[in-house]
């Protein structure tokens, strides 16, 4: 691999750092959210990380070249059989149609946030103790998003129901395959859903690798 390969693995493994860290310190500082039993925090936090991370992916316009991203999830390292790398393959091109439809929208900042926390708020996490409360939560986020695109955008009378419809497809990319493409080279065999967890409990000291140049 030459010295630019490298250099954009490296580039595309920091800004995915960076995507996840944001996406956590988004959630400890929206309404709401920080009042909720700690519990419920982590799980929400831990169902909903790679949603918050296309929809981040997106709000910066990633960069989702094939390249690097084999690269980034070692693809390259090492003899691969040819319908795992094509497995890969398909799994980047989800996550790049999705990303590319959101983008398609001109979503604005304050519609990707009434989007998180559309995602956040969700009430298939397990174990919730205060369900109906999380559910209310969700429901005042769509409240609030329906309501911002009927008075910003009035000529779209569709829009709040295109930006909702997107929601169920983030699900498609696979949380398993962004660990493998993003953060593998970073942390190794540790879960994303562990770090998640100490990312929300440990506050500004969390030691994340690529912390120090941020």
């Known amino acids: 691999m030459n010295a630019n390969n490298i250099m954009g693995v490296d580039n595309i493994c920091e800004l995915a750092s960076r995507l996840l860290f944001s996406a956590v310190g988004w959630a400890k500082n929206i309404p709401f959210f920080p009042e909720l039993q700690v519990t419920d925090q982590v799980a929400l936090l831990r169902?909903?990380?790679?949603?918050?991370?296309?929809?981040?992916?997106?709000?910066?316009?990633?960069?989702l070249h094939v390249a690097p991203l084999l690269a980034a999830a070692g693809l390259h390292a090492s003899p691969m059989a040819a319908d795992r790398v094509v497995a890969f393959m398909d799994h980047i091109r989800i996550f790049q149609e999705q990303v590319e439809k959101l983008k398609a929208l001109h979503v604005d900042s304050a519609e990707y946030s009434c989007l998180k926390a559309i995602v956040l708020f969700t009430s298939d996490a397990c174990g919730l103790s205060d369900l109906a409360h999380i559910e209310g939560l969700q429901e005042k986020s769509q409240c609030a998003l329906e309501e911002y695109c009927r008075t910003q955008y009035p000529n779209q009378p569709t829009r709040f129901g295109k930006l909702l419809l997107r929601l169920p497809s983030l699900r498609t990319v696979s949380s398993s395959v962004i660990e493998q493409l993003f953060f593998v080279r970073l942390v190794g065999k540790t879960p994303i859903e562990t770090l998640i967890r100490d990312m929300l409990l440990s506050g500004s000291t969390f030691n994340w690798p690529y912390m120090g140049s941020m």
């Not at 169902?47 to 960069?63: D, I, R, Y």
């Open 47 to 63: 169902l909903v990380w790679s949603e918050l991370f296309v929809l981040n992916a997106s709000q910066c316009s990633m960069p």
